[in-house]
Each structure stands twice: as structure tokens, then as C-alpha cells.
Nanobody
Framework: QVHLVESGGGLVQAGGSLRLSCLAS????????MGWFRQAPGKERRFVAA????????DYADSVKGRFFISRDNAKDTVYLQMNSLKPEDTAIYYC????????????????WGQGTQVTVSS
């Protein structure tokens, strides 16, 4: 099991940037794929970005491609989500997830989840 704690959320104006962090702890934290999902009020949780255990492969939802960037520092057991050119529609709770599945875009591909961090983008 991997324990995940997100941080870095907050309130930002449209066009601004935020960097989310996800600290992972557990015996296999550096050997699992990591993903970011988000859930807006009244909506289902949706895929944002994912990165393989080595960091060599990344994937993004079309809605954030070119604006958001996922990375990881396995020495620090931390995954980051750099969010640029933020839009009001990016407002959501952002969740970090860890798993061994290749189904990185699916909720079912992850075994462990953090508690989430709120991101609010004002217009």
C-alpha cells in the first residue's frame, strides 16, 4: 500500500500557475505509476495526467495537454503537476493516485488515493 498526501492547491486567477505535489510513502512508492485526477462539484472524477514508475512515459487528458506537466522525483518519492495557463474550468479537487496497472487513464487502474487538494481558478 502507498500512502499519498497532496499539497499545493489554492486560489489563483485565470492565466496563472500552480504546482501540485504528491508525497508518496510506502515500501514500493518509487516503483508504481502515478496519476492525477480531478473532480469538479457535481461531476465525476476524471483523468488529468499520469506518469510511469521510471518517469519515461507521460500521458495527458486533451483538456490539459500543453498546459499541465507531470513529473516525478523518485529520490524524494514525490510527483508533481505543474499547471500553467489555468482556466476557471480547471477548478476542482485534485487527487493523486498510485497503481501498478497499465490502465493509467482509468480510475480502476489505481489502488491508492490521496485525500485531494482544492484548486480554484477565478475569472
Amino acid at each position: 500500500q502507498v500512502h499519498l498526501v497532496e499539497s499545493g492547491g489554492g486560489l489563483v486567477q485565470a492565466g496563472g500557475s500552480l504546482r501540485l505535489s504528491c508525497l508518496a510513502s510506502g515500501r514500493t512508492a518509487s516503483s508504481v505509476a502515478m496519476g492525477w485526477f480531478r473532480q469538479a462539484p457535481g461531476k465525476e472524477r476524471r483523468f488529468v495526467a499520469a506518469i510511469t514508475s521510471s518517469g519515461e512515459v507521460t500521458d495527458y487528458a486533451d483538456s490539459v495537454k500543453g498546459r499541465f506537466f507531470i513529473s516525478r522525483d523518485n529520490a524524494k518519492d514525490t510527483v508533481y503537476l505543474q499547471m500553467n495557463s489555468l482556466k476557471p474550468e480547471d477548478t476542482a479537487i485534485y487527487y493523486c493516485a498510485a497503481g501498478n496497472s497499465l490502465l493509467l487513464r482509468l480510475l480502476a487502474g489505481y489502488d491508492d488515493w490521496g485525500q485531494g487538494t482544492q484548486v480554484t481558478v477565478s475569472s
